[in-house]
Nanobody, 125 residues
Framework: VQLQASGGGLVQAGGSLRLSCAAS????????MAWFRQAPGKEREFVAA????????YYSASVKGRFTISRDNAKNSVYLQMGSLKPEDTATYYC???????????????????WGQGTQVTVSS
C-alpha cells in the first residue's frame, strides 16, 4: 500500500490543523493506521493509532485530549485532527500502516509495514 500525507503547515500556538493520509489499494481496511512524528534531532515518536474498523483509538500521553485520529475506509483515508497546538508539536508527521492489531506493539515504529512521505507541521509561539 502507498501512503500520501498532506495538510501540514504553519500555525500559531493554540490553533488547529487537520492532517490527511490517502492510501492506495483495496486492502486499506486490513491495516491498523497510525501517525508518528519526528522533530529534528529526535527519535520518531508515536502519536496515535486506530484499528481496522475504527472502533478503537490510542494516543500518546502528550497529545491525548488534543488530537483525534479517525479513518474513512470507504475513502481509503486516515486523518489526524490536531487542536490546542503547542510549539513542541512542531515536527514532520508521518502516517503508517501495520498488519498487526496487537495493542502492545502499536506504539513502536517497527510494527509498521508502510510509511507515507511526511508532512511538516510548524507551531509558532
Amino acid at each position: 500500500v502507498q501512503l500520501q500525507a498532506s495538510g501540514g503547515g504553519l500555525v500559531q500556538a493554540g490553533g488547529s490543523l487537520r492532517l490527511s493520509c490517502a492510501a492506495s489499494g483495496s486492502t486499506f481496511r486490513s491495516y491498523t493506521m497510525a501517525w508518528f512524528r519526528q522533530a529534528p534531532g529526535k527519535e520518531r515518536e508515536f502519536v496515535a493509532a486506530i484499528r481496522r474498523n475504527g472502533g478503537h483509538t490510542y494516543y500518546s500521553a502528550s497529545v491525548k485530549g488534543r488530537f483525534t485520529i479517525s479513518r474513512d475506509n470507504a475513502k481509503n483515508s486516515v486523518y489526524l485532527q490536531m487542536g490546542s497546538l503547542k510549539p513542541e508539536d512542531t515536527a514532520t508527521y508521518y502516517c503508517a500502516a501495520s498488519r498487526s492489531e496487537i495493542l502492545s506493539s502499536l506504539q513502536y515504529f517497527t510494527s509498521y509495514n508502510y510509511w507515507g512521505q511526511g508532512t511538516q507541521v510548524t507551531v509558532s509561539s
